[in-house]
């Protein structure tokens, strides 16, 4: 088991909490900070590489810098997970499905191109977002 200190545990305790709501390191360390365990930004993201290598948090780059979601999954494989972003109102959700191992071996074999499932990142409009433009298309 690897050595876990009280901040690993700390950022990881954050993470959890957050559920599929991805954030920055800055807010990570803010909600440190509330929580009464002020942890630099320098350790935070020693600790986020951390536990993206160990398979429990997904690090996405985005135009606003990276952001960084709890997968909860202690593998290094990923090969069936991915993330899927609204375009409205920007949520990323994680997802583990298998039927995208098909995709991934289609694309190896006949591309020539190997996915990094941990950097997946599928754009979209969640449920929510559609449903209210569907309400409001309605009116």
Do not use: W
Not at 98 to 125: A, C, K, M, W
């Amino acid at each position: 088991m690897p050595y876990s200190t009280k901040q690993h545990q700390a950022v990881l305790r954050c993470l959890e909490a957050r559920g599929e709501t991805a954030c920055t390191a800055a807010e990570l360390a803010e909600d440190l900070r509330r929580e009464g365990c002020p942890v630099g930004l320098a350790t935070i993201y020693r600790q986020l590489e951390k536990l993206e290598a160990a398979g429990a948090v997904h690090k996405v780059n985005t135009e606003e810098g990276a952001l960084y979601q709890y997968c909860g999954r202690q593998s290094q494989g990923h090969r069936d997970c991915f993330l899927l972003k609204c375009e409205r109102c920007g949520r990323i959700r994680h997802v583990d499905c298998t039927h995208l191992q098909n995709l991934y071996d289609h694309l190896e074999r006949e591309h020539h191109f190997r996915i990094d499932p941990r950097g997946t990142l599928f754009s979209g409009v969640c449920d929510v977002c559609a449903g209210e433009e569907d309400h409001h298309g309605a009116q």
